[in-house]
Every structure is written in C-alpha cells, then in structure tokens.
C-alpha cells in the first residue's frame, strides 16, 4: 500500500470514532465549562490525559479538590481495562519503533476496536485496496489512525468548551453515542468473521458478572474471566493445529 492509501484507510476506518469523539468531546468541553475551567485548560487536559470516561470523572475530582492519591488509585480502577487492551498489540507496538510510546499512550476503546478490526477483509476476502492487508500494513495504518482518534477528541473537547461558553447546552442522552459507537463495531466485526466464540464468551461472561457484581464493578472482572478464556481457548486451539 502506499502511504496515500495508508492515510485514506486509516481515515475511513477512524470516521466511527469521529461521529463518537466529537459530540463525545463536546460533552466533556461542556462539562469542563460549567466546572469553571478555560478552553485551554480542557485542551490541555484532552491533549496529555487523554482517557475518554476518565476525564469525565477526572473533572469532578478536579472541581471537588480531590487529593493527588485518590486522582491517581481512581485512574487506575478506571483504564484498568486497557491493560489488557494493550496484551493484543504488544507484538506490533515492539515493532513500531519511536512510535511505541505514543501508540501505548493512545490506546482507547474505540481506537482497540477498530485496530482489531483492521485484521478482518470484508466479504469478497479483500480490503478494498490492491491487496488484502499485511502485517506491515496493518501496523502502518494502525499508526495514523491513533493520529487521527486523538485529533478527534481534541477538537471534539476544545468545541464543547467554547460552545459551552455561548450556548446553555443539555448533555442528557448525548454519552449514548460511545455506547452506539461500540454496538456498531461489534456488528461489524460479527458480521466479517467466522468464528464468534469471542464475542459469545464476551457477552456471557458480562451479563453474569452485571448480574453478581452489579453495574458499577462488573467491566474488570469480565476482562479478567474472558481474556483468561479465552487465552486458554486460543492455546488449545493452537496446540491442536500443531497435531
């Protein structure tokens, strides 16, 4: 692929996120507004943090004069997940060279969703370019289309911050679009491969644990059960293929 198709792919591949990341980020920029910090201070905030659900929580604590602890143990329990977000790519981060930290930096839900789905040609078996995607590939797209999520962000951030100063806004009902962002990825995803044993196990795994662990702390405990699943699963598929 040349680097046009790379950049072109990468964009179209990152318009779900736009669509979530913008009104997302306007929500963020209003809230920071009405918390009484500057459109500097929410660009500042997108720019180096950067976590999506994190920030949300993050102004509360700011505005409420939370201590440095309690900010740093709640970012914890909160990105927590990502930590095993980022297991899925740590063989294509090693290989991306000075690119490696900011890769990690920029590691989100959505930006994983759509990273996981770049392994995944459309019906025809093909991408839609001259080829079906390469490791190589797959790692160059991979790079700008971080690029481009936390432009997204950013502006979608800065945007509610200075609207946020003009215009009295109602936020109810507008964090449902990470939540359509992700439906939408999942079907994609089901309707391309094969084998839905992932996306079974990921479904059954949180519903159980919603149901024990309640709403507020179900999301760590299903990551550990189905990553531990589904490592056991893919090792004993691996050592089947082997035989």
């Known amino acids: 692929m040349s680097q046009k198709e790379v950049l072109k792919y990468a964009f179209i591949k990152s318009l ?11 929500a963020y920029g209003i809230l920071m507004e009405e918390a009484g910090f500057s459109w500097y201070a929410t660009m500042f905030a997108s720019v180096v943090v950067y976590t999506g659900a994190f920030q949300f929580v993050l102004t509360t604590l700011m505005a409420a004069g939370a201590s440095i602890l309690t900010v740093a143990v709640t970012a914890f329990l909160v990105n927590s997940r990502q930590t095993f977000y980022a297991l899925t790519f740590m063989d294509d981060f090693n290989q991306m060279g000075r690119f490696k ?7 989100t839900d959505e930006s ?5 789905s770049l392994e995944l040609p459309d ?24 690029v481009f999520c936390w432009l997204y962000w950013i502006a ?14 109602s936020m109810e ?10 439906i939408v990825i999942f079907i994609n995803q089901w309707e391309k491969s094969r084998n839905h044993t992932a996306a079974l196990t ?27 699943i589904l490592v056991f699963y893919n090792s004993k598929t691996a050592g089947r293929a082997k035989k």
Do not use: H, K, W
């Not at 994983?112 to 996981?116: I, T």
């Not at 609207?163 to 806004?169: A, C, E, R």
């Open 173 to 182: 009902g507008i964090d449902f679009c990470m939540t359509a962002l992700f």
């Open 16 to 26: 779900p996120v736009l669509c979530s990341y913008i009104f997302l980020g306007i």
């Open 156 to 169: 979608g951030s800065v945007m509610g911050a200075l609207i946020g100063q003009l215009i009295p806004f």
């Open 202 to 228: 990921g479904i059954a795994v949180a519903i159980i644990c919603l149901l024990i662990f309640g709403e507020a702390r179900f999301m760590l405990p299903a990551l550990i059960i189905v990553s531990a």
């Open 123 to 146: 019906e025809s078996g093909r991408t839609g370019f001259s080829s079906e995607l390469s490791d190589t590939d797959r790692r160059r797209i991979m790079r700008p289309l971080a």
């Open 101 to 107: 930290p900011f890769m990690i930096f920029s590691l």
């Open 112 to 116: 994983y969703a759509v990273n996981c």
